[in-house]
């Protein structure tokens, strides 16, 4: 369990994402019903867009999106690579190009630090540098040893400046390393060493063999504190949240519920469901009958393909709905099972029923 | 106030417009939160998408989409001529090409009736040929007796056919004749004479002058028998519907709240407002302070029109919704005054704030 000025967080916790401010297309009433503790909302998304003055003038992102419960923001690190143009590193930070405009940015460890502190999030996280896949052992090297220094900076920064709305915010770190056994080591002896209150392990889902992904796991979670929450980034699908959950993650947060919600594709306890594919086009059941979502205690399968058919918003809210309820329940019942003291076997009972998924770009935040 | 199997409409009344079987954006809960008493459906776009075997099996339109209130549909009339492509028409009926997938139909006064049985909606049309404008005399009046011919041909059929689901089904008819006197008289007078339990106004808000349009609802309202419902269809802006009332029109659909709300145009009782103008972006108050719909008693302009400069579709559904409140408030403070005896009073005194729009083709259905 967590505790922030928003409120607890149980965990294992799964975070929808709220890139701009809004986890799309759904409201945070729905957000709350589903039984969402936090959210994660993007730095660099928000930072471009409403941008920093917009931001303030509401008293911060919570008051600006009418959200009341936690909120996570990543340090824009990712966002960097991932979206934006032309970048150049540096030790002072990175410089880029706005996706939107193509404008010209820098983000520094310590100008992360105060994006983050207009935000308000309640967990931030220091500006690191995300290494792709493939990545060559030098390069992976060269950016967690970066990574390592801004962590500190960033640290510095945060002790110095002071909160401004009221609510604590905390500050935390993320691991790095790519695939490379003796860098994750490296990169979690630096950042624990900094006594962060909370770590992150970074640059995994990024394309790796799901064998690699899952060895990465099992070798990173324990080289972090207990007692400390430890939070997986941009991951994932069930079968994998399971599998981390076992190996002691505590947080994850992924775009897929809401991305496969706007693409018509459902998850369930017995794993994917294409709603808008042809063989449901006169099935009148609900997507999980199982479900007590709003989408799933009103609407059938045959409904809500033909919104999809006839390019009808609504199947997109009504099946990002259910996903974020699925994956609240998923998380839930791993906890119920975790205090039961069964976890593993549950765990194992029910993963081959969640469709197994290499992890994939589509797993990005 | 009209009585219909799937409950009472209390007049005036406003429909919003759900083309393909759902009211763009918004669940059925939210439409009756609002204060939605009756939606209308089209019967074009639902005999080409879900189609009618789907339709069928579902139930009808009602279980289909999970709204239980009364269910208008019209004709489709309209839909053949500002949708379809390479129409003819004939004696038996209009022949049209699917602006879907360009395939070939044909639409009868008795092959409509039977796709509004399988709709099973509480208010069915009869097939008519709706006059675009400008329009000469002469096809006017070939129109208008042609659509004559057709609501006895429907009557006929309606006659005849056993009802689908149980609840009753109520057959209209549609007034025609353009913008001519003469025509709509006798248009008027041939409909009267088939005796049916309710009457449209059709050929309206087709993009004539805002004077042109109020003179023929004046004109054509008192064609109509007392004691049956006046249906003006595809209308309209907030001071038209006041105009409109005054005139003695009970209902009214149209997809303004709807598709502006989309847009980023919010309608209050102020007039309209464009929520994504620079102007709102730290604006941080409610779209409308009187308001006590869900978008107004939570979002502020800023963020909704954050919302819509990032391409939220949040903002879409907050927008709509909002309108679809405002919408019903209007009728509902109609009623009101109506009751109480100073509808042309008060309706002087807000006309002026409700903004002023020449009827133009936004107004269709």
Redesign the interface.
């Known amino acids: 369990m967590l505790t922030t000025d928003h409120g607890l967080i149980q965990t294992p916790c799964f975070f929808p994402v709220g890139t701009?401010?809004?986890v799309?297309?759904?409201?945070?009433?729905e957000l709350e019903t589903a039984g969402t503790q936090a959210i994660l909302a993007n730095s660099y998304?928000l930072y471009l867009?409403?941008g920093l003055?917009?931001l303030k003038?509401?008293g911060g992102l919570h008051r600006?999106?009418?959200w009341s419960r936690p909120i996570l923001t990543d340090s824009g690190g990712y966002q960097v690579f991932s979206l934006a143009g032309l970048k150049k590193v540096r030790e002072n930070g990175v410089e880029f190009q706005s996706h939107i405009d193509g404008s010209y940015h820098t983000f520094t460890p310590e100008s992360v630090v105060r994006i983050q502190r207009v935000i308000g999030s309640d967990i931030m996280m220091a500006l690191d540098l995300c290494a792709p896949y493939p990545c060559s052992h030098g390069q992976a090297k060269e950016w967690h040893e970066m990574t390592a220094r801004w962590a500190a900076r960033a640290r510095d920064a945060d002790s110095v400046s002071p909160f401004l709305y009221g609510n604590r915010q905390n500050l935390w770190a993320i691991m790095q390393g790519s695939v490379y056994e003796d860098l994750r080591r490296e990169s979690a002896a630096a950042l624990v060493d900094m006594d962060f209150p909370g770590y992150a392990i970074g640059g995994l889902a990024v394309g790796e063999p799901k064998a690699v992904f899952h060895d990465m796991v099992a070798l990173s979670a324990p080289l972090l504190p207990e007692g400390k929450p430890r939070y997986l980034m941009g991951v994932g699908f069930p079968e994998n949240l399971l599998y981390c959950i076992e190996h002691r993650i505590d947080l994850f947060d992924c775009v897929l519920p809401t991305r496969n919600g706007r693409n018509g594709t459902a998850f369930t306890w017995k794993g994917k469901l294409i709603v808008k594919a042809a063989r449901e086009?006169?099935n009148?059941i609900p997507i999980d009958e199982s479900c007590d979502c709003?989408t799933c205690r009103?609407?059938?399968r045959?409904?809500i393909r033909?919104?999809f058919?006839?390019e009808?918003?609504?199947a997109?809210?009504l099946v990002s709905l259910h996903n974020v309820h699925f994956y609240q329940s998923l998380m839930r019942t791993a906890r119920d099972h975790i205090h039961a003291g069964d976890f593993a076997t549950w765990a194992k009972s029910v993963s081959a029923d969640l469709q197994i998924e290499e992890p994939s770009n589509l797993e990005l935040q």
């Open positions: 701009a401010g809004t799309k297309t759904l409201t945070p009433d998304h867009r409403p003055d917009i003038s509401a600006f999106m009418k086009k006169e009148f709003y009103t609407f059938d045959a409904y033909h919104l058919v006839a009808e918003l609504l997109l809210r």
